[in-house]
C-alpha cells in the first residue's frame, strides 16, 4: 500500500515560514491535501489538491507537489498555527482508498 | 449551514460492537462521499473507510477488513459505522467526514465520537 512520509516535528519562530514535507513515490501525480488540527480539535481542511486554499483559510498557507514531495508552506507563522499538520492522499492503487501521513507537530517557539 | 452531528460517546466490552451515526444537512446528501477515520489517544489519524450514499457503495480500509461496516439512510441523510469485535486498541475518536471527490479532500468533519472500550 502506498506511504505518506512526514516528520514529526517542525519548529519556526513567530513570523518566519515553516515548511512541513509529505514524502510518498510519485507523490508529483496525485493530488494531495493538508489538514491542521488542534488539540481536543476535529481536523480542518486548509490546502487541498496541492495548493488551493478553502474558503475562509488565510493566505499565509500554501502547498506544493512535485516529484517525491509535497509541502505545505505557512508564513509569518502566528502562535495560533501551533498545531498538528497532516497530509492525504487518495491511494488509486486501491480502490477509493485514502492514506494518511503520521502527522507533524508544528510548535511556534 | 453545512454539519455533520455525529451520535454521543460510547463505552463497550471487549468483543461487543458498536455504531456510530453521522446526520449531514445543509446540502445534497447524496453528492458526497462520507469518510470515517479514527484517531486513538496520542496517535495520528487513521482511515477506516469510505461510503457513497448515492447507491451505497463502501471500500474499508485492509486493517478493518470483516469488522467494520458502513451504511446509509437516504430518508434522514444519516451515515453509519458499525465496527464489531471490539478489543482495547479500538478506543478513539471516531470522525465522518465528506468528500466531494479525490480532488477536493475532506472539508466537513463530524465533532468526533469517542469510543472507550474496557472491561
Known amino acids: 500500500s502506498y506511504v505518506l512520509t512526514q516528520p514529526p516535528s517542525v519548529s519556526v519562530a513567530p513570523g518566519q515560514t515553516a515548511r512541513i514535507t509529505c514524502g510518498g513515490n510519485?507523490?508529483?501525480?496525485?493530488?494531495v491535501h493538508w489538514y491542521q488540527q488542534k488539540p481536543g480539535q476535529a481536523p480542518v481542511l486548509v490546502v487541498n489538491?496541492?495548493?488551493d486554499r478553502p474558503s475562509g483559510i488565510p493566505e499565509r498557507f500554501s502547498g506544493s507537489n512535485s516529484g517525491n514531495t509535497a509541502t505545505l508552506t505557512i508564513s509569518r507563522v502566528e502562535a495560533g498555527d501551533e498545531a498538528d499538520y497532516y497530509c492525504?492522499?487518495?491511494?488509486?492503487?486501491?480502490?477509493?482508498?485514502?492514506?494518511f501521513g503520521g502527522g507533524t507537530k508544528l510548535t511556534v517557539l | 449551514q453545512v454539519q455533520l452531528v455525529q451520535s454521543g460517546a460510547e463505552v463497550k466490552k471487549p468483543g461487543a460492537s458498536v455504531k456510530v451515526s453521522c446526520k449531514a444537512s445543509?446540502?445534497?446528501?447524496?453528492?458526497?462521499?462520507m469518510q470515517w477515520v479514527r484517531q486513538a489517544p496520542g496517535q495520528g489519524l487513521e482511515w477506516m473507510g469510505i461510503?457513497?450514499?448515492?447507491?451505497?457503495?463502501?471500500s474499508y480500509a485492509q486493517n478493518f477488513q470483516g469488522r467494520v461496516t458502513m451504511t446509509r439512510d437516504t430518508s434522514t441523510s444519516t451515515v453509519y459505522m458499525e465496527l464489531s469485535s471490539l478489543r482495547s486498541e479500538d478506543t478513539a475518536v471516531y470522525y465522518c467526514?465528506?468528500?466531494?471527490?479525490?480532488?477536493?479532500?475532506?472539508?466537513?468533519w463530524g465533532q468526533g465520537t469517542t469510543v472507550t472500550v474496557s472491561s
Open positions: 467526514a465528506r468528500e466531494r471527490s479525490e480532488i477536493y479532500g475532506m472539508d466537513v
Open positions: 445543509g446540502y445534497t446528501f447524496t453528492s458526497y462521499y
Open positions: 461510503i457513497n450514499p448515492s447507491g451505497g457503495y463502501t
Open positions: 510519485n507523490i508529483g501525480s496525485k493530488s
Open positions: 489538491d496541492d495548493s
Open positions: 492525504q492522499v487518495w491511494d488509486s492503487s486501491s480502490d477509493h482508498h485514502v492514506v
